[in-house]
């Protein structure tokens, strides 16, 4: 808890010093190695220690182990990355991790594709005898299936934590992050609602698409933002999230969509678009690209209509 509440409202987590905030667990191509990236969300600066026995170091450990060099601190709002190689093959592999980001590595063991605990320690006070406890700082128990992201899954992206200074260990706050991933960066440093490195593969630089409700680079229709949630590509005209397909059968519609490897999709119900909400039919259908067929068997009591999430 972030502060006591004994007798009232439990107060929320508590969160940081430091966090976990990006994972890449299952780079696209084999060249790529896998990282653990983590954010020092405090103020002030984080002794990686116990500054009253400083050879008692934090550690990574559950889904892999990695124990903090001895002297490590970590400044106000400074990221770091601890790699599955050495750091010099890991800046090799990524060059656009930023000169100044420290690198560590590697770490032991291999993160699991299909997901599994990573836990962020810290150590607490040496009992009699020697042994040392940990105390948790941070957790995440990813996972490739809805409702987390699946496109981190061998497609591309790494995941990507949302708010750094919201509770970590939950689906709702990490998302697809950029296209072999952010290592050592903020996600998106011109504040224009699309990752930096996103724009970068599809448009060469940032400075091509400002995100706004008018920019349009391929002039499908749909805007460069919403192709970046939707994870479509920008620069083709004919990718886009649409609808192709709507057919009435016996006690039933039938729906198919233009779909994206790894994306997750929500069909949602209204009587009336312009006024009456929509209600959530079907959450958590995976992508089945090229095109995704659902089929609603809810009886329609009138006419309505049907609207595709990516969730």
């Given amino acids: 808890m972030s502060l006591p509440t004994q007798g009232g409202t439990n107060a929320n987590p508590l969160v940081g010093p430091v966090v976990i905030s990006e994972i890449m667990y299952h780079p696209a191509t084999p060249d790529l190695p896998e990282f653990v990236e983590l954010h020092c969300i ?20 559950g889904a892999v182990d990695f124990v903090m060099p001895t002297g490590t601190v970590l400044q106000a709002g400074e990221i770091i990355l601890v790699g599955a190689t050495n750091p010099a093959a890991l800046r ?37 005898g020697g042994f040392v406890p940990k105390i948790l700082v941070d957790s995440v128990r990813y996972n490739d299936k809805p409702p987390w992201p699946g496109q981190p899954d061998g497609f591309g992206p790494s995941l990507e934590r ?22 050592g960066t903020v996600a998106d440093g011109d504040g224009d609602s699309m990752d930096d490195s996103w724009e970068i593969f599809y448009f060469g630089n940032t400075a091509i698409s400002d995100g706004s409700s008018t920019a349009d680079q391929d002039a499908d229709g749909f805007i460069d933002r919403d192709e ?18 709507i057919e009435s059968v016996t006690n039933a519609i039938v729906l198919q969509w233009q779909s994206v490897s790894g994306q997750t999709y929500a069909i949602e119900f209204s009587i009336n678009a ?3 909400p929509f209600m959530m039919s079907t959450g958590g259908i995976a992508a089945d690209p090229p095109l995704n067929t659902f089929t609603s068997d809810v009886a329609l009591p009138q006419p309505g209509f049907f609207r595709i999430l990516v969730e």
Avoid: Q
């Fill in 228 to 245: 970046w949630l939707a994870g479509t590509d920008p620069s083709d005209g004919a990718s886009t999230l649409s609808v192709e397909g």
């Fill in 274 to 276: 312009m006024g009456a």
């Fill in 42 to 61: 405090d103020t002030a600066p984080t002794p990686l220690y116990d500054v009253l026995n400083p050879v008692n170091t934090w550690l990574l450990d």
């Fill in 162 to 183: 949302c708010d750094v200074e919201a509770y970590g260990n939950d689906s709702a706050n990490w998302r697809n992050g950029y296209l072999n991933g952010s290592p």
């Fill in 92 to 128: 090799a592999a990524y060059p656009s991790i930023p000169p100044a980001t420290r690198v560590f590595g590697p770490y032991i063991g291999k993160l699991a594709n299909e997901g599994e605990r990573l836990n962020l320690s810290k150590p607490g006070t040496p009992e009699p």
